[in-house]
Nanobody, 123 residues
Framework: QVQLVESGGGLAQAGGSLRLSCAAS????????MGWFRQAPGKEREFVAG???????NYADSVKGRFTISRDNAKNTVYLQQNSLKPEDTAVYSC?????????????????WGQGTQVTVSS
């Protein structure tokens, strides 16, 4: 069983920054591909960023150039650095893990999910 716990969310002003963390249990973390998703009230969950076991990355067009995903396998942790935040970034952000070796955009392909952390960006 893999458990994921997000942290680092909070309130930021437009143009500000936050760094989200996702701590994973288990000794096989380095073999998983990881993703960040977000869901705003009344909207469907959407892919934000992903990182493979080989450190390849992919981003949604809406966050490209502003967000950075990274991983530290020694700490069993994946991060999402959020810069130049906009009010439309307001959502619950969740991390997810999959044994698929490539980056998956679809949430259906992820086996394990964290509870989520709230990010609120004010104007």
């Amino acid at each position: 069983q893999v458990q994921l716990v997000e942290s680092g969310g909070g309130l930021a002003q437009a143009g500000g920054s936050l760094r989200l963390s996702c701590a994973a249990s288990g000794r096989t973390f380095s073999s998983y591909s990881m993703g960040w998703f977000r869901q705003a009230p009344g909207k469907e969950r959407e892919f934000v960023a992903g990182i493979s076991a080989s450190d390849r990355t992919n981003y949604a067009d809406s966050v490209k150039g502003r967000f950075t995903i990274s991983r530290d396998n020694a700490k069993n942790t994946v991060y999402l650095q959020q810069n130049s935040l906009k009010p439309e970034d307001t959502a619950v952000y969740s991390c997810a893990a999959t044994r698929v070796p490539w980056i998956e955009v679809s949430p259906l392909r992820y086996e394990y999910w964290g509870q989520g952390t709230q990010v609120t960006v004010s104007s």
